[in-house]
């Protein structure tokens, strides 16, 4: 057994502690989330499953999502992400791309979207100079 390769595995698995632990990548450009150039940051893969299962329609319903494929980002640690996200129907949504190199997971949603925290929060993406509003989500 190779430690180096298990070790790099490891942190695959929980991300790499190099990037923010901010809501938005810093040096991001586009619209958060739906640019390729400007992906939601998350701490980890697995952290990439856990964020688009709380991430909602702005009808409140969750998605179905399919991984697109791979980009490199040299400007972000590690390459980026794209899933595809569908309704419940099968129809096509769009595509929303996220970097697994954070130090922490957004709770940030792209515009025409809401995430459901993971502590009953909900934040929704109003869309005008990035101003998202918090509502206290009363399901159980």
Not at 56 to 77: I, N
Not at 80 to 108: H, M, P
């Amino acid at each position: 057994m190779n430690p180096g390769r298990f070790e790099s595995q490891a942190r695959l698995a929980i991300g790499t502690g190099k990037g923010t632990r901010l809501d938005e990548i810093p040096n991001g450009q586009g619209e958060f989330g739906l640019d390729v150039t400007n992906p939601v940051p998350v701490d980890g893969m697995p952290a990439i499953q856990i964020y688009l299962r709380f991430l909602l329609t702005p009808e409140g319903e969750r998605m179905q999502f399919k991984r697109a494929g791979c980009w490199g980002t040299p400007q972000f640690a590690g390459p980026t992400d794209g899933y595809d996200l569908f309704d419940q129907k099968g129809k096509l949504l769009t595509r929303i791309y996220v970097n697994a190199y954070a130090r922490g997971t957004s709770e940030k949603a792209p515009r025409g979207f809401r995430y459901l925290g993971l502590h009953g929060v909900e934040w929704v993406n109003l869309g005008s100079g990035g101003q998202f509003q918090a509502l206290f989500d009363g399901r159980k």
